[in-house]
């Protein structure tokens, strides 16, 4: 299955790209309720990518797959410690828009949801749900399950983007730097961010 082209967009439109190749088979649709995802939305003052319960609906593919159409001078990053992931945003109205990790040698990029087009057929049920201890007010049958399987679909999802030439990360320049400097918030930023 090819799967379908997505647009997403930050909230104000300004920064806007698709999302190729979209389905069941070609990624992850993830859920995370950890503090650090709820914090950097919280920072970001966008608690409405959070559900409820504070989770956040990711789609885990590789970075080959993003297109940029307008505004990708808006693009941002942020860390919640000098090693944490790779938080990217639109500078323009601080939307949430993907997660990498720091090394440009992996193929993987998380998507938030929320930024896309709505199209729950393309991304299939969720796979995974993750890190529920740190839901706000969970109810009793919201459990971890399917993190093997997320962690499988990027093992295969990394070899098969090497296998077919497909590495193109625009993410990290040439010397696989980040294409712009990360901020790292501060401990005191981080503790406001972090749900009590």
């Known amino acids: ?11 104000c439109g300004t920064l806007k790209g698709v999302l190729h ?3 069941p088979t070609t990624g992850s649709h993830v859920k995370c ?11 970001l003052g966008a ?5 409820e319960h504070g989770g956040t609906e990711i789609y885990q593919t590789i ?6 159409t307008e505004g990708a001078e808006k693009l941002a990053c942020m860390r919640l410690s000098p090693k944490g992931l790779m938080r990217w945003y639109a500078s323009c109205c601080n939307s949430p828009l993907f997660n990498t990790l720091a090394s ?5 990029v998380g998507v938030h949801v929320r930024a896309c087009e709505k199209n729950a057929e393309a991304f299939g049920p969720l796979v995974a749900v993750v890190n529920t201890g740190g839901a706000i007010d969970p109810p009793e049958n919201l459990k971890d399950f399917g993190m093997r399987r997320a962690i499988w679909g990027f093992v295969r999802r990394n070899l098969g ?7 193109e990360n625009f993410f990290f320049d040439a010397n ?9 918030l501060t401990l005191e930023e981080r503790r406001a961010a972090t749900p009590k």
């Not at 440009?104 to 993987?108: E, I, M, P, S, V």
């Not at 696989?176 to 790292?184: Q, S």
Request: charged share 20%; proline share 5%.
């Open 1 to 11: 299955m090819a799967g379908v082209d997505l647009a997403f967009s930050c909230r």
């Open 47 to 51: 608690a409405e990518v959070l559900d």
């Open 33 to 43: 309720y950890c503090c650090d995802c709820q914090a950097a939305a919280h920072h």
């Open 63 to 68: 970075p080959a797959e993003i297109e940029l």
């Open 104 to 108: 440009a040698k992996l193929a993987f």
């Open 161 to 167: 983007a090497k296998l077919r030439g497909r590495t």
């Open 176 to 184: 696989r730097n980040p294409i712009v400097t990360p901020y790292v």
């Open 21 to 23: 190749s979209v389905s």
